[in-house]
């Protein structure tokens, strides 16, 4: 029988052949990049993923391997690769080769964000931020003392500035496209409309994912129609070499449903772990406790209370819209506390059933592109 710090060193060996080979089939992704932009094809390819998956659980069977393991790990080198494409086909676009980029409030974590990605397509990116920037990009502690010559101005600056900096660039009357990268919308109305009312070519864009994201597949891009064609068509450009689900709308119309989106989600993981915080159980004693639901959704509410709280303060207060769906969740909280507390089976059956059917309604929506 081999001792145990033999057993452990074969393992060592084989975790560091299997990295070698993580890294080898990473190489091989960036040439299939290479040749699908020559060939004009899709990053991503759904019928390729699906054999590979199943191809997967078969073989993991052979080997005795468990096949949902299998799945996983192909899943999470899928997306690996996916992503090293993404990449590579976003710099070889170039979009923004020999063109200046101003990203206002770029060292915050989505100004961050937006200048790796512009400088990602070639854009010669300045940041304009009191906090400084990060190493690698030219910076500017004030932008109101730059020319605003640029061939493209975002704003990404909190709510409560942002509106202020976008007056103040209708006066200037910047050449280049400019849009904000704003959660809400109504917040920047007046800046917005005045960038209109000047002539500049103005958009509104919303990414809908963190800053810690790195592959936009799956990803949502919400663009705000104000008018100026020319400015919706460069800011959704600089997304066409990605795989995100471009999205184009009204101002209005976006924070009605961001109010749903953002607004529902964070009140309800807020009023969870503010429940979980002053029920009087300790967390130690919690912590024992599991279940598929209850881990569930304590994950979802651990990223929340991570977040930064006053951004979630300004999308809860900001919003013109923001009342309507906090209004709902208080009512559907006390209809569920009536039909607990007076042992109404019907009513809680059929709220039950209520949202079973909105949610497959949904879903197929999403399954048809719908």
């Known amino acids: 029988m081999k001792s145990l710090e033999e057993l452990r060193a074969r393992l060592d060996v ?23 932009r020559a060939t004009g094809q899709s990053t991503r390819d759904f ?22 393991l299998a799945e996983s790990m192909l899943q999470q080198l899928i997306r690996s690769s996916l992503t090293t494409q993404e990449q590579a086909r976003v710099a070889a676009q170039g979009r923004g080769s020999g063109r200046r980029a101003l990203v206002i409030g770029g060292a915050g974590k989505m100004g961050r964000w937006t200048a790796d990605f512009l400088a990602s397509q070639g854009f010669a990116v300045t ?3 009191p906090g400084g920037a990060p190493p690698g990009f030219e910076c500017v502690p004030d932008w109101t003392q ?25 006066a200037r009357r910047p050449t ?33 994912f963190g800053p ?21 068509e460069e800011a959704r450009g600089l997304f066409d070499s990605t795989m995100a689900n471009q ?39 919690l912590a024992r406790m599991s279940s598929t639901t209850f881990d569930a959704q304590l994950d979802v509410a651990t990223r929340v209370a991570g977040e930064n709280p006053d951004l979630y303060f300004e999308i809860q207060s900001l919003n013109a ?11 559907a909280v006390e209809r569920i506390y009536r039909a607990v507390h007076e042992r109404d089976a019907a009513t809680f059956v059929a709220m039950m059933r209520q949202g079973d059917d909105y949610l497959r309604v949904r879903q197929a929506a999403r399954e048809q592109g719908g």
């Open 14 to 36: 084989l975790d560091r052949e299997l990295l070698r080979l993580v890294a080898e089939r990473q190489s091989i992704s960036t040439d299939i990049a290479v040749v699908k």
């Open 47 to 68: 019928r390729r993923e699906r054999e590979v998956l199943l191809k997967a659980r078969h073989d993991a069977e052979a080997f005795g391997v468990p096949p949902a």
């Open 127 to 129: 940041i304009a931020d």
């Open 146 to 170: 730059t020319d605003v010559a640029y061939d493209l101005i975002v704003v990404a600056t909190p709510l409560k500035i942002a509106n202020e900096v976008l007056t103040a660039l209708a």
């Open 176 to 208: 280049g496209v400019v849009f904000d990268i704003g959660s809400l919308k109504t917040p920047l109305r007046t800046g917005l409309d005045a960038l209109r009312a000047a002539g500049c070519k103005v958009t509104s864009v919303h990414p809908m």
């Open 212 to 232: 810690d994201t790195e592959l936009l597949s799956g990803r949502h891009v919400i663009f705000i129609d104000l008018g100026s064609q020319p400015a919706l």
């Open 247 to 285: 999205v184009v709308m009204g101002l209005d119309e976006h924070d009605r449903l961001i109010a749903f989106v953002l607004g529902l989600s964070h009140a309800l993981n807020i009023a969870f772990f503010t429940a979980l915080a002053e029920s009087g159980e300790a967390a130690p004693r």
């Open 321 to 331: 819209y923001g009342e309507e769906p906090l209004l709902a969740l208080r009512n």
